[in-house]
Structures are given as structure tokens and as C-alpha cells.
């Protein structure tokens, strides 16, 4: 019903920068917030970073606090994650997912928040 791509990711050394896209598409379907997530080899999938269009709430991960920043378009079901200063530790698989239900109350840093995915874009951080 809902398709949601990411793109942007790539190899990157580290303390620089990238900035992942992503858009959710379908005929029709709300959009109350939209976040992502990454898992890195071995690892739990983890929440980084969200936003909730109505509210101006976007919480995000201590471990990417003051480094990633969030943003979007609603009208566009786009959402942006500009990451500056990247670590190794940031190396994993970016999921973007969209959450179509409301209300918008939950705190958004959980999977079972959202109700649609992507396929996740690489990044990775050489030291």
C-alpha cells in the first residue's frame, strides 16, 4: 500500500557528512511522522533519529544528539537526515518507516511505532 525508499547512503570517512533522503508514496495514506532507524552487523536494530509533523517533536538517539539533525516535508511524505561529524560506530544500514496510524502521542522510538518501511541504505564510516 505504502512504498518508502531511502537513498543517499554511501562510504564515507571519518567526521564527515552525508545526508539521507527518504519519500513514501502510495494512493493514498496518512503521515503522521516519519523516523529513522539502522542496524549494524551483529547488532539489535536502534532508533536514531524521528519527527512528528504536528507537535515539532523530533527526538533522538543520545548517541547521534548534536550531530544528526532531522527534517522534512510533509506535503512531499519526505523525510532528510543530515549527518555531520560521522564515527565508524555510525557504520550500519539506515531504515527510514512511516507511521500512518495516529494519534501522534507515542514517543516514536520504537519499531512497532511505525506501520511501513524501506529496504535501508548502507552507510558506511572508514576510520
Known amino acids: 500500500q505504502v512504498q518508502v525508499e531511502e537513498s543517499g547512503g554511501g562510504l564515507v570517512q571519518t567526521g564527515g557528512s552525508l545526508r539521507l533522503s527518504c519519500a513514501a508514496s502510495g494512493r493514498t495514506f496518512s503521515n503522521y511522522a516519519m523516523g529513522w532507524f539502522r542496524q549494524a552487523p551483529g547488532k539489535e536494530r536502534e532508533f536514531v533519529a524521528a519527527?512528528?509533523?504536528?507537535?515539532?517533536?523530533?527526538p533522538y538517539a543520545d548517541s547521534v544528539k548534536g550531530r544528526f539533525t532531522v527534517s522534512g516535508d510533509n506535503a512531499k511524505n519526505t523525510v532528510y537526515l543530515q549527518m555531520n561529524s560521522l564515527k565508524p560506530e555510525d557504520t550500519a544500514v539506515y531504515y527510514c518507516?512511516?507511521?500512518?496510524?495516529?494519534?501522534?502521542?507515542?514517543?516514536?522510538?520504537?519499531?512497532?511505532?511505525?506501520?511501513?518501511w524501506g529496504q535501508g541504505t548502507q552507510v558506511t564510516v572508514s576510520s
Open positions: 519527527i512528528r509533523w504536528s507537535g515539532g517533536y523530533t
Open positions: 518507516a512511516v507511521r500512518s496510524r495516529g494519534p501522534t502521542s507515542t514517543a516514536l522510538v520504537r519499531g512497532s511505532d511505525y506501520d511501513y
